[in-house]
């Protein structure tokens, strides 16, 4: 089914419309020239979003007889949209390397289209984190990720930079809260890492 993700001036996806059953041919926000009610009141939403230059159309693999989906806020998540062409390209391309070992994320309960994990370690340790690319060749060298916490409990920096040199970054040591307290971080807006979260738990 069809839906519209809307994206900003670096192809970041700040949104998305739905339609229950997916968008018809003929309600299409794109078009200037639209007389359409639902498609006026789209375009006219767009209006309030910061820094909003256009729509991606989204065909999901989803049968219209679904009603709605998860789709469209997935790919808010993991994909961006590639510019100036307005291509969808995925920016999953990133794990989290925690004391030497890769993370393991998986879709959350609470927040369904957000990756996450929580990894316990020693209390009141510190253990090394850095990123790395899922396959040889698919971040560039200089790719500056973004990472913040989500939690009071600081981890290392409220805000940190990582930087890719020959397909991973430089390390961080971050520090494992007291015993069974939890501390989180986040990568929000990346071209080549997905929005995901991390929290580690004093054990």
């Known amino acids: 089914m069809i839906h519209y993700l809307w994206y900003n001036s670096f192809g970041q996806i700040g949104g998305s419309n739905i339609m229950e059953g997916g968008f018809p041919p003929e309600i299409d926000p794109r078009d200037p020239s639209t007389t359409d009610p639902t498609a006026l009141w789209i375009r006219q939403e767009a209006q309030s979003y910061p820094d909003h230059q256009g729509w991606d159309q989204y065909d999901c693999p989803h049968a219209s007889e679904v009603g709605t989906c ?63 690319e899922k396959a040889p060749g698919s971040v560039p060298d200089g790719t500056v990720v973004e990472v913040n916490a989500i939690t009071p409990a600081l981890l290392y920096q409220s805000t940190f930079e990582l930087t890719f040199t020959d397909g991973e970054t430089n390390e961080v040591s971050l520090n494992v809260p007291a015993l069974d307290s939890v501390g989180g971080i986040q990568i929000t807006q990346a071209k080549y890492a997905a929005i995901c979260w991390l929290y580690v738990r004093g054990a």
Not at 83 to 96: A, E, I, K, N, Y
């Open 70 to 132: 998860l789709c469209p806020h997935l790919r808010y998540a993991d994909s961006y949209v590639e510019l100036p062409g307005v291509s969808l390209s995925s920016r999953d391309h990133t794990d989290f390397v925690l004391d030497g070992e890769v993370v393991t994320l998986s879709l959350g309960q609470d927040v369904p289209n957000i990756k996450q994990a929580t990894v316990d370690k020693p209390a009141s340790t510190t253990v090394p984190l850095k990123l790395k």
